[in-house]
Each structure stands twice: as C-alpha cells, then as structure tokens.
C-alpha cells in the first residue's frame, strides 16, 4: 500500500520560510516525478513544483526564484523550500507521486500553509 508522508506546513508571516517535507514508502514501484500542488479554498488544484529522477525540475511561474524543489531518490523523499512567502501562497499542500510505466499516481494528505500577519 502506498503511503506518502508529508510535514513541515504552518503559519508564517508574509516574506518567511516554510520547508514541506514528504516521504513515500510501500508503492513497490519505481518513482518516476515527485511534486507539490497546492489548493486555496475555491480554487482548483494547481501544480507547484516538479522533479523527475534525473533532477528536471518545474515550477508555477509564480513561485519561481522563491521555491526550490528537491529530492532524495534513494530515500524516495521530497522537499519544498518555500523562501519570501506571500500571503496568496496561502493553500493546502499536497505532496505527488508519479511511476514509471504505471497510470496512476498517489497523493499525500495535505499540508496547510498560512501567510499571514
């Protein structure tokens, strides 16, 4: 059973830092992107960030030079660095897994990230 561990979300001010963290464990299949969406109240599901295996990373424009996503591939954990917060980056945080040669894909819980004074 495939098992995504996510933590480190909170409440932080408006230009803190925040680093999520998740691990995954049990799938038995090889991992091939790991990522991070993020859903505010009303809106839709939105990417992040994403890292493939070979350490191709994608970003949501508006995150770019703020957030850095990186991956430990023989621990299958991955890391957000979320640096100068602001407060429409306000969401729940969802850690993502995709396999190689598989159709589905796993979601961790959710984390809640607040940006506010």
């Known amino acids: 059973q495939v098992r995504l561990v996510e933590s480190g979300g909170g409440l932080v001010q408006p230009g803190g830092s925040l680093r999520l963290s998740c691990a995954a464990s049990?799938?038995?299949?090889?991992?091939?992107?790991m990522g991070w969406y993020r859903q505010a109240p009303g809106n839709q599901r939105e990417l992040v960030a994403t890292?493939?295996?070979?350490?191709?990373?994608n970003y949501k424009d508006s995150v770019k030079g703020r957030f850095t996503i990186s991956r430990d591939n023989a621990k299958n954990t991955v890391n957000l660095q979320m640096n100068s917060l602001k407060p429409e980056d306000t969401a729940v945080y969802y850690c993502?897994?995709?396999?190689?040669?598989?159709?589905?894909?796993?979601w961790g819980q959710g984390t809640q990230v607040t940006v506010s004074s």
């Open positions: 890292i493939t295996s070979s350490s191709t990373t």
């Open positions: 049990g799938s038995g299949f090889t991992i091939n992107v």
């Open positions: 993502n897994v995709k396999y190689y040669g598989r159709p589905f894909e796993s």
